[in-house]
């Protein structure tokens, strides 16, 4: 079982920063993509970026040069640095990858709980 795990969520005021963690335990032969997505109640997952298993990374517009997603392979983590956060970006942000439990086994895609995030003044 592939187990995901979200951390370092909490509160900030605007224009502050925070660094997201989302450590990959379990069993599994090989991550491929990871992402960062975010909820908020009522409306649907909004896609943050994604970084691939070689370290290459994609962005939403809404977050293109506030937020950097990185990954630790050695340590099968992934992080996303927030930075000038905006009472906008107040959610439950999660993370996703997409991993092969075995070196037969077809890719499958893994969420974790979210962790909340919440931006005021």
């Known amino acids: 079982q592939v187990q995901l795990m979200e951390s370092g969520g909490g509160l900030a005021q605007p224009g502050g920063s925070l660094r997201l963690s989302c450590a990959v335990s379990?069993?599994?032969?090989?991550?491929?993509?990871m992402g960062w997505y975010r909820q908020t109640p009522g409306q649907q997952r909004e896609f943050l970026g994604n970084?691939?298993?070689?370290?290459?990374?994609n962005y939403a517009e809404s977050v293109k040069g506030r937020f950097t997603i990185s990954r630790d392979n050695a340590k099968n983590t992934m992080y996303l640095q927030m930075n000038v956060l905006k009472p906008e970006d107040t959610a439950v942000y999660l993370c996703?990858?997409?991993?092969?439990?075995?070196?037969?086994?077809?890719?499958?895609?893994?969420w974790g709980p979210g962790t909340q995030v919440t931006v005021y003044s």
């Open positions: 996703n990858a997409a991993a092969k439990r075995t070196i037969l086994s077809a890719v499958k895609s893994y």
């Open positions: 970084i691939t298993s070689r370290g290459n990374t």
């Open positions: 379990g069993l599994f032969f090989s991550l491929e993509d």
